[in-house]
């Protein structure tokens, strides 16, 4: 294996959260060896500096790592520029950075599997990244297999394949739809990542994951996932800046070591059935045109609302 990578960790208000990733983070046998950067955003204004102040203080006492960096921003940037622009500095100053957020919850055997899939597939220009997190599923998929794209919770990819990075949403929007793949960034219908994308264009959400997911589509290029989750979302309870309430069921995060052997980089045919499967069930979207137009007012409706 090369040198470990650096974790890059992004946190803002949620300190008992923060406080659960670490001690996660730290029960890796790598993360003694292992850099870590922590990334505290700041406050919006008086309602919230007092929670964010907790983190930092939070992050201040992490301890169990070859090396501590706590980057405090003055001003609340959002997630989006917060981790765009961690990653920018992450990646000036390294090859390759393991990312995650402050809702993200880690085996014990994450960084093992991170760092050994870094290496793997370095050299291999068509993969985007290594994701930890995978989607419920009750498939026979092989121990790590490939979709096209990128995802967010819990990952990790290298300077060459960020730079494909396109801030630009309605650039990717207008790409997308000339080149013909709005149906493949859908995973066929199923999922409404072409709405995310239209609403990041148009200011209702703040999302770097929809781009970098459009970027690396674009860009022909493929995830490494794991058949059992590395990484858990726990933000899934409505204390994030877009989280949510569904009360989602996740399994924890698989404590047991991970086979890294080099697959193929293909897609993954069960593997995109498998999610297709998931995206049915969690975003229910009409099969018929007009049934669909009705989903995406309701939504509509319902973002205002929160808004």
């Given at each position: 294996?090369?040198?470990?990578?650096?974790?890059?960790l992004?946190?803002?208000?949620r300190r008992?959260?923060l406080?659960r990733?670490?001690s996660?983070?730290?029960s890796?046998i790598?993360?003694r060896?292992?850099?870590?950067?922590i990334?505290?955003?700041?406050?919006?204004?008086?309602?919230d500096?007092?929670?964010v102040?907790a983190?930092?203080?939070e992050?201040r006492?992490?301890?169990g790592?070859?090396?501590?960096?706590?980057r405090?921003a003055?001003e609340?940037?959002?997630l989006a520029?917060?981790?765009?622009?961690g990653?920018?500095?992450?990646?000036?100053?390294?090859d390759?950075?393991i990312?995650v957020e402050?809702?993200?919850l880690?085996s014990r055997?994450?960084?093992?599997y991170?760092?050994?899939n870094?290496?793997n597939?370095e050299n291999?220009?068509?993969?985007?990244?290594i994701h930890?997190?995978?989607?419920?599923?009750s498939?026979?998929?092989?121990e790590?297999f490939?979709?096209r794209?990128a995802?967010?919770?819990g990952?990790?990819?290298?300077?060459?394949?960020w730079e494909?990075?396109e801030p630009d949403g309605?650039?990717l929007?207008?790409?997308?739809?000339a080149?013909?793949l709005?149906?493949a960034?859908?995973?066929?219908?199923?999922?409404?990542f072409?709405e995310?994308l239209?609403?990041q264009?148009?200011?209702r959400?703040?999302?770097?994951?929809?781009?970098?997911?459009?970027?690396?589509?674009l860009?022909?290029m493929l995830?490494?996932?794991p058949?059992v989750?590395m990484?858990?979302n726990?933000g899934?309870d409505g204390?994030?800046?877009?989280?949510s309430s569904?009360?989602?069921?996740?399994?924890?995060p698989?404590?047991a070591?991970l086979v890294?052997?080099?697959?193929?980089?293909?897609?993954?045919?069960?593997?995109?059935?498998a999610f297709?499967?998931?995206f049915r069930?969690r975003y229910?979207?009409p099969?018929?045109?007009?049934?669909?137009?009705?989903?995406?007012?309701a939504r509509?409706?319902?973002q205002?609302l929160?808004?």
């Amino acid at each position: 294996m090369t040198q470990l990578a650096p974790i890059a960790l992004f946190a803002y208000r949620r300190r008992g959260h923060l406080e659960r990733v670490l001690s996660a983070l730290r029960s890796n046998i790598l993360a003694r060896d292992s850099y870590l950067v922590i990334f505290c955003d700041g406050p919006r204004g008086p309602s919230d500096s007092e929670e964010v102040e907790a983190v930092r203080r939070e992050a201040r006492r992490a301890t169990g790592f070859r090396h501590i960096e706590i980057r405090e921003a003055s001003e609340n940037q959002g997630l989006a520029l917060s981790l765009t622009t961690g990653l920018d500095f992450m990646l000036y100053h390294w090859d390759r950075v393991i990312v995650v957020e402050d809702d993200i919850l880690v085996s014990r055997h994450f960084l093992d599997y991170m760092n050994h899939n870094l290496a793997n597939y370095e050299n291999s220009v068509q993969v985007a990244s290594i994701h930890g997190a995978v989607y419920p599923h009750s498939a026979d998929l092989p121990e790590t297999f490939f979709i096209r794209g990128a995802d967010c919770w819990g990952w990790a990819t290298w300077r060459r394949a960020w730079e494909v990075f396109e801030p630009d949403g309605a650039q990717l929007l207008k790409e997308l739809q000339a080149r013909g793949l709005l149906d493949a960034f859908n995973f066929e219908g199923t999922a409404p990542f072409e709405e995310m994308l239209i609403d990041q264009v148009e200011g209702r959400i703040d999302s770097w994951a929809i781009r970098w997911y459009a970027s690396t589509l674009l860009n022909e290029m493929l995830t490494l996932y794991p058949r059992v989750p590395m990484a858990v979302n726990i933000g899934e309870d409505g204390t994030g800046t877009h989280g949510s309430s569904r009360g989602q069921s996740w399994p924890g995060p698989y404590e047991a070591p991970l086979v890294s052997r080099q697959v193929p980089i293909l897609e993954s045919s069960s593997g995109r059935e498998a999610f297709r499967r998931y995206f049915r069930t969690r975003y229910r979207i009409p099969t018929s045109k007009l049934g669909r137009l009705a989903w995406r007012r309701a939504r509509r409706l319902r973002q205002s609302l929160r808004t």
